[in-house]
């Protein structure tokens, strides 16, 4: 790891940064074991009615990711994902007290809604902060919350379901954001010169790295250009079908290991974990080595490939082998989690800093209507069909697509720069 420019950065911003995504991402992953506990009896809710109320909170996270984003990149990212936790933590724990389903319509698109600036505001933190060469990894750092979140959270949630109920797993689960939200405001700047913890000579280093890495991206006029640009129009569609297969495994998981005979929820939590553990490694892995050779498709579509070949494994050993299914999903799993730190490096690299911000907005927009398509779809198939079979079809094929669409919308770095200094020579 490259600490030559301000070591501090790595110790002092990633693990708040880490511990605010993890926090974040928490409302969106217990859904699933509410649905697999008693809440769904309780609330009476059809299994129809289970799918729309599990993908609903993207639906509310697709709507406002450009303006989130424009806001974190004009104004402040600080500002915005403070207001951002401290409504989310109150949303998450109201869901807790909900008698009505039509209450819980309308918290789970909030949530979405509430949720949706964090991780455009994120990502362009964190291109503030961190050079090229080092963004796979910070970007892997920020991410992992994802993974790690579902990993102690699948646990937790298991044991709290068997002994206080779901209602109070939310409650439990929703205050800490609220909590942590004061933290946040008090340890992190937008701007690396804002800080009293860098020296000055730091500060300067790595602004003049952060600028020279900006002259050799070609430019791009707005957002308008920006957004008509082929590689990203082609990035939405592969970031769509990714979240297709990610949300589709995240959301349904514990019901699926769930339907196993004579499984208990707290054994479903631990079964649940399992799968992240190894997608942390992957994470770690792909990111360092990604920075390590800037070589970022390379650590995107293989392993977006070996996870549509594990669905579609799972898929013909069907519920004749319950372990060797479950092999294959953590393989899934794990292969489907390991590239998303290189993924967001591509996007700064590839775009100027005066569309970047609406870039990465547009895309994981496109990505939160995949994870809509999938929660539910998935969902609705698992219901209609009785199985799983046609679910990890569907999964299959959308990863398939999404690796396939990364070789052709992601150029390697030697060609971008050859492109680039023909363009300047001209």
Not at 48 to 53: D, G, P, R
Not at 329 to 354: K, Q, S
């Amino acid at each position: 790891m490259n600490l030559s420019i301000a070591p501090s950065r790595w110790y002092r911003l990633l693990p708040v940064v880490f511990i605010t995504y993890s926090l974040a991402y928490l409302d969106r992953a217990n859904f699933g074991f509410a649905a697999a506990g008693e809440m769904s009896k309780d609330l009476h809710i059809t299994p129809a009615i289970s799918s729309l109320l599990g993908s609903l909170f993207f639906l509310g996270y697709f709507f406002f990711q450009i303006p989130g984003a424009q806001y974190a990149a004009n104004k402040s990212a600080k500002k915005l994902i403070f207001w951002s936790l401290l409504l989310l933590g109150v949303l998450a724990t109201a869901t807790g007290l909900v008698s009505n389903i039509g209450f819980l319509i309308v918290i789970r698109f909030m949530l979405g809604v509430v949720e949706s600036a964090i991780m455009p505001a994120m990502l362009i933190l964190l291109t503030r902060w961190f050079t090229k060469a080092e963004r796979s990894r910070a970007n892997t750092f920020l991410i992992l919350g994802n993974p790690v979140t579902i990993l102690w959270m699948s646990i937790l949630s298991g044991y709290l379901i068997n002994s206080v109920g779901w209602r109070w797993m939310f409650i439990w689960e929703g205050l800490p954001a609220i909590v942590w939200a004061f933290f946040w405001w008090f340890l992190v700047n937008d701007h690396p010169g804002d800080t009293k913890w860098l020296t000055q000579t730091e500060k300067e280093k790595l602004e003049l790295t952060l600028v020279k890495e900006q002259q050799n991206i070609k430019p791009v006029r707005n957002y308008a250009a920006a957004f008509k640009s082929k590689a990203v129009i082609l990035l939405c569609m592969q970031y769509a079908f990714w979240s297709i297969g990610v949300y589709g495994f995240v959301m349904w998981l514990p019901s699926i290991i769930k339907s196993a005979p004579r499984m208990s929820i707290i054994e479903t939590g631990w079964l649940t974990s399992l799968p992240f553990v190894f997608a942390i490694i992957g994470m770690l892995s792909a990111s360092y080595f990604s920075d390590k050779t800037l070589n970022r498709k390379a650590f995107v579509w293989p392993f977006l490939l070996v996870a549509a070949v594990a669905f579609y494994g799972s898929y013909l050993v069907g519920t004749n082998n319950f372990w060797l299914s479950f092999i294959l999903l953590v393989i899934a799993g794990a292969a489907m989690y390991a590239p998303y730190g290189p993924f967001f490096a591509i996007i700064p690299e590839m775009m100027p800093g005066n569309v970047t911000a609406g870039a990465i907005a547009l895309i994981n927009s496109f990505g939160a209507l995949g994870s809509f398509a999938g929660s539910y779809l998935v969902g609705y198939l698992n219901g209609s069909t009785g199985g799983f079979g046609a679910s990890y079809i569907f999964m299959a094929a959308s990863l398939l697509l999404s690796a396939v669409l990364t070789l052709i919308a992601v150029k390697d770095q030697r060609v971008i720069q050859k492109e680039n200094r023909l363009e300047v020579i001209a």
